[in-house]
């Protein structure tokens, strides 16, 4: 493969990688009994609560559809790419079929990179009955893959899953690409240790080395308990692109 070259810039001291954990951005609450004002979906004519089920396998998807579709609706996207579709086949296909009926040409796309390219037929029954949806398989860590220009990446579990290198790669062409928001997966208080080059993980924690992302502007808590396969809680954050830190993308 022609893997992304630049690779990892050098990291900072460890002080001022612990400074930055302890940082957080602005909480957002996405209670599924109080949710946004402006969350009505006119497909029932009633406010949207996110998808019913509660937790599965571990997730709120209730609360984590919710808030993938408040920060959809609030920040005027019209195109969503969900770089680990396989890990969202629950409930991302009703929050597509709300946002494509609300929102006019509405865009998704499932991707999945080449290692789980084997799920893409699946994927095709879950949203068979959707309009505006792309459903692709890429590699990640090529240059000369087609990245869409969607106006925000979602990825619950992508770096976990790919390794640092593959999710290093993606990160860097969000920033060339000039998409304008991201949404990750993040688990706090994880130290990284086992996050390697091309082997998944079960915690990555975005805010520290080697990645070391800048504070989110968003945190959204409370999406997994006790029955998450994956070692420790996840959270997601949530980042303007054009803020993430310019010394390390």
């Known amino acids: 493969n022609d893997t992304q070259s630049s690779a990892l810039e050098s990291s900072p001291d460890e002080s001022s990688n612990q400074s930055a954990e302890q940082q957080s951005g602005s909480e957002e609450?996405?209670?599924?009994?109080?949710?946004?004002?402006?969350?009505?979906?006119?497909?029932?004519?009633?406010?949207?609560?996110?998808?019913?089920g509660g937790f599965k396998s571990g997730i709120n998807i209730t609360r984590l559809s919710l808030t993938v579709y408040?920060?959809?609706?609030?920040?005027?996207?019209?195109?969503?790419?969900?770089?680990d579709c396989h890990n969202n086949l629950a409930w991302m296909p009703e929050v597509v079929r709300h946002l494509e009926f609300e929102i006019p040409g509405f865009q998704f796309f499932c991707l999945e990179d080449v290692m789980f390219e084997s799920m893409?037929?699946?994927?095709?029954?879950?949203?068979?009955?959707?309009?505006?949806?792309?459903?692709?398989?890429?590699?990640?860590?090529?240059k000369k893959s087609?990245?869409?220009?969607?106006?925000?990446?979602?990825?619950?579990?992508?770096a976990h899953e790919v390794g640092l290198l593959r999710f290093?790669?993606?990160?860097?062409?969000?920033?060339k690409l000039g998409i304008k928001f991201i949404a990750m997966g993040n688990n706090r208080g994880t130290d990284n240790s086992k996050f390697q080059l091309h082997m998944r993980t079960e915690t990555v924690n975005l805010l520290r080395s080697p990645i070391f992302l800048n504070p989110p502007k968003k945190v959204v808590s409370n999406l997994t308990n006790k029955d998450f396969p994956h070692k420790g809680s996840?959270?997601?954050v949530f980042y303007e692109v054009k803020q993430l830190r310019p010394g390390h993308l």
């Open 120 to 142: 893409i037929e699946s994927e095709k029954r879950f949203f068979e009955d959707h309009g505006g949806v792309t459903i692709r398989s890429l590699e990640m860590g090529n």
């Open 234 to 236: 996840q959270q997601l």
């Open 70 to 83: 408040n920060l959809i609706k609030k920040n005027d996207v019209t195109s969503l790419a969900d770089f």
């Open 168 to 175: 290093w790669a993606v990160l860097t062409r969000v920033k």
């Open 146 to 158: 087609q990245y869409p220009r969607a106006d925000m990446y979602f990825m619950w579990r992508f």
């Open 29 to 52: 609450d996405v209670s599924p009994s109080e949710p946004d004002e402006d969350a009505l979906s006119t497909l029932s004519g009633k406010t949207f609560r996110g998808v019913p």
